[in-house]
């Protein structure tokens, strides 16, 4: 059974610092992997989507890589502004769609 | 304008009184899921459908079930709630399951006394 881990499940940080965001898998025999985000009380939006061919992806200030082997990816935000605070949530899929708990993001002005 | 919607946003019900979510997308595709979101226990798929009439458990079904008449709708059925099924409810359509973004809806949050 898939198991997906984000770390950390907390990040407060001032506006401007960039953001790195970790998950990990148990199981590399993966389709793809999709990051999203979540505000609070509402549904999730898909930031970025790299299939398993792929290395990276890179959508204005966000980007993100895949270390299938290893079981890894990391979101990374350049200059994080207050309107990056929400909840990101990483989902495998393998046969279906595993997520992690998410990492809370609070950007301080 | 794409997108999933769901009905209702928000539903207080007793326990037994059956109940529908219905979810409804306009992308024509044709994979379909729903899940549930719990604190502490992120989101968990309960049931998906590859296609009209092609319908499969998840990790969670037991309480539920779905249909699939038509392609643009899916929904999602609770014929006795108990309060271990209050939660916030999520449908998800992709073109397919194994390639392609999934896209969401804004989330049912039902709460069962």
């Known amino acids: 059974k898939q198991e997906v881990t984000q770390i950390p499940a907390a990040l407060s940080v001032p506006e401007g610092e960039n953001l790195v965001l970790n998950c990990s898998f148990t199981?590399?025999?993966?389709?793809?992997l999709q990051w999203f985000r979540q505000d609070p009380g509402k549904g999730l939006t898909s930031l970025l989507l790299?299939?398993?061919?792929?290395r990276e992806q890179t959508s204005g200030r966000l980007n993100a890589s895949l270390d299938k082997s290893s079981g890894r990816s990391t979101l990374y935000i350049a200059a994080s502004q207050p309107g990056d605070s929400a909840t990101y949530l990483c989902a495998v899929n393998d046969y279906k769609l595993s997520f992690g708990a998410g990492t809370t993001v609070t950007v301080r002005a | 304008e794409a997108q999933v919607t769901q009905n209702p946003r928000y539903l207080i019900t007793v326990t037994g009184k059956k109940l529908t979510v219905t979810c409804s997308q306009n992308m024509n595709h044709e994979y379909m899921s729903w899940y549930r979101q719990d604190p502490g226990l992120g989101l968990r798929q309960i049931y998906y459908s590859m296609n009209v009439e092609v319908t499969d458990k998840g990790d969670v079904p037991e309480g539920y079930k779905v249909s699939r008449k038509e392609k643009r709708n899916f929904p999602l059925i609770l014929e006795s709630p108990s309060p271990n099924q209050t939660s916030l409810y999520f449908c998800a359509s992709s073109p397919d399951r194994w390639q392609e973004t999934q896209y969401f809806g804004p989330g049912t949050r039902l709460l069962v006394l």
């Open positions: 790299i299939q398993s061919s792929q």
């Open positions: 199981d590399s025999a993966i389709y793809n």
